[in-house]
């Protein structure tokens, strides 16, 4: 059936809904062709931090055509990838503590189809790369090497995606650095900026389908192979096209031991709005290790079929963009340590 048709059907169905007075939005409803959806604005693109503002203009190019969810975050995330003023991610990100840079990405669609890069050098967008693992490959994550090889063979060209700036931040790092990993301290860098940040990025197109992605060049100075949550399905991205979508920053680790964009998602299917799944999955690496939790970074990022959104986070300073038809917005997370 084609989009179209699909679409129409969805607007009749939802429709029908409003009449009845009857909410569609069904949490443990089967599998059905036709997932009716109340969308209250959609089309609508939701990014990680500030610089996710310039990502979901670029996302709204495809959105805003009536183009779809998952042309628009790879579109999207490509705007940091490039950005060599970016250091937290693609070109110009912050190498591991051998001087290489390392990255991390993945994306899925609304059919739960998904592809990933992780441990990747020389390739300025390793969200193409995860995309077509996703489209042309039997599987779901190529790694170091492999994925390399991959992208050379389909055309990607290699890169040295260390600049200057980032180089000799690094080397500065060295002189102090006893090649411990740092891996759980804001503001260690010199000038007092952030050591990560990832972009993660969610959409629901016209047709109510949402797609995510994801992609990072990891924790700054990490050991050499070193792989976060970011390119992990279910931990730094998981889209669930009838409950929503969700998406993690900061200390990888953290999120992967709880599995965390998952945990949102499911959150969300037992009726919890956004923020409030976000601040339960907070709370539960909190609960895990609270002395731990205090001193580093996680928020969590999601949005539901119903075109709501929120966030929540460890610390204060957690930002996210949000775009709609209507506006374009940088708003604050809630945070847990007060
Ligand atoms: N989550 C990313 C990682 O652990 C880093 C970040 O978002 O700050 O690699």
Known sequence: MSNRRKFVKQSILSSAAMLVGKNLFAHSAPRTEFTPVTVKDNPIVISTWDFGKAANEAAWQ?????????????????????????QSVGYGGRPDRDGHVTLDACIMDENSK???????????????VARMVMEKTPHVMLVGEGALQFALENGFKKQNLLTPKSEAEWKEWLKTSKYKPVNNIENMLPGGEKNHDTIGMIAMDGAGNMSGACTTSGMAYKLRGRVGDSPIIGAGLYVDNEVGAATSTGVGEEVIRIVGSHLVVELMRQSHTPEDACRLAVERIVNRNPAAAKDIQVGFLALNKKGEYGAYALQKGFSYAVKTGKNSTVEQAGYHFK
């Open 114 to 128: 998904c592809g990933s890069v992780a441990f990747l050098e020389h390739i300025m967008h390793p969200i193409s």
């Open 62 to 86: 495809v959105l805003g055509k009536g183009g779809r969810a998952l042309d628009a975050v790879e579109k999207g995330v490509m705007v940091p990838e490039a950005d060599p003023n970016n």
